[in-house]
């Protein structure tokens, strides 16, 4: 499980979620391994265990006039639960006015407070979606991994097979990159993985003969796009390379690799002179799409010709 800092939190979506640190300083290195967003409302009056360490807990309209409704010394007290649970970050949403007894907790305990006008709901939507992606299991792949025909393909290779050049073309035909060489790959659920783009390589491929394009600004915004859930491997390899197992015609065995445990659909592509394989690649997604909808051409093949050879056998 990756984990992300409260400075980092801070520093990224603080604008979309309009968020002043006003009070905690000091504790801006304390991690979150969780995407889940909390509101601690059972805390204030006792109950511990319904809060949970690293964690960002949200006050809203609720949690803030239960506290006004309580004397100050029972204020105090609540707050204290809440602050005695290791929390990795408080935010106060609605614009609620935080009392002094809440900034001096924070800034006790080293807990980072927040502010944010956003409505709670709102806030804790955004805040999970952004710390699902954050703290996410990750691994990092080589290969071109592109958009093509809307789905998610990670091309892959030997160096020097023409991964970057295959993947220009498919460019130029229309399709979108994501990321050239280095592939930062995410689970964001248990069955899915998406890839994103690190950020120094976001927009450029390399190009044997060429060096460095900016695809950006060779092609238009809509060449390039920041992240895709992967949907289809493809594997170029030489065709003299393969086992001859691997080429016969009829049967072209269903092919899988696992990715962050995930079994994602492998393609191998035989690389050998003439062979267009940015068409191949088109049409290995358009098959694919077929698989998905349960129409195997292959089979249906097998089906009409074990059909003729019956027919056959039975007009003898």
Not at 5 to 15: D, G, S, T
Not at 41 to 53: D, E, K, M, Q, R
């Amino acid at each position: 499980m990756a984990q992300i800092n409260v400075a980092e939190l801070f520093k990224q979506p603080r604008r979309k979620l309009k968020l002043n640190w006003i009070a905690g300083l000091n504790g801006g290195l304390n991690t979150l391994t969780s995407e889940t967003v909390s509101k601690p409302s059972l805390a204030l009056i006792g109950h511990l265990n319904f809060v949970h360490p690293n964690r960002v807990q949200v006050l809203g309209c609720s949690e803030m006039d239960y506290l006004r409704s309580l004397s100050v010394a029972d204020a105090k007290r609540g707050i204290e639960n809440l602050f005695s649970t290791d929390l990795a970050a408080v935010i106060v949403a609605n614009g609620e006015q935080v009392s002094d007894t809440l900034i001096e907790a924070a800034n006790t305990h080293q807990v980072p407070l927040f502010t944010s006008s956003l409505r709670s709901p709102e806030l804790m939507d955004f805040l999970s979606h952004f710390l699902a992606q954050a703290v996410a299991e990750s691994v990092s792949l080589h290969g071109v991994f592109m958009e093509v025909q809307g789905f998610g393909a990670l091309i892959k290779g030997e160096a020097a097979i023409g991964k970057s050049e295959l993947a220009l073309e498919l460019i130029s035909r229309g399709h979108r990159l994501i990321a050239d060489d280095i592939v930062d790959f995410f689970r964001i659920s248990p069955e899915r993985v998406e890839g994103r783009c690190p950020p120094l390589l976001q927009d450029y491929l390399e190009v044997r003969g060429l060096g460095i394009l900016n695809i950006r600004a060779l092609f238009g915004d809509n060449s390039v796009k920041p992240t895709k859930p992967l949907d289809l491997i493809i594997q170029l390899e030489m065709a003299d390379k393969l086992a001859p197992q691997l080429l016969d015609r009829l049967d072209i065995k269903t092919l899988h690799e696992e990715v962050l445990g995930v079994k994602v659909p492998k393609v191998q592509i035989p690389i050998a002179a003439g062979r267009n394989i940015a068409v191949l690649v088109e049409v290995a997604i358009r098959n694919h799409m077929l698989l998905l909808r349960g129409i195997n051409a292959t089979k249906q093949f097998k089906q009409r010709h074990q059909r003729e050879m019956k027919k056959n056998m039975q007009s003898n």
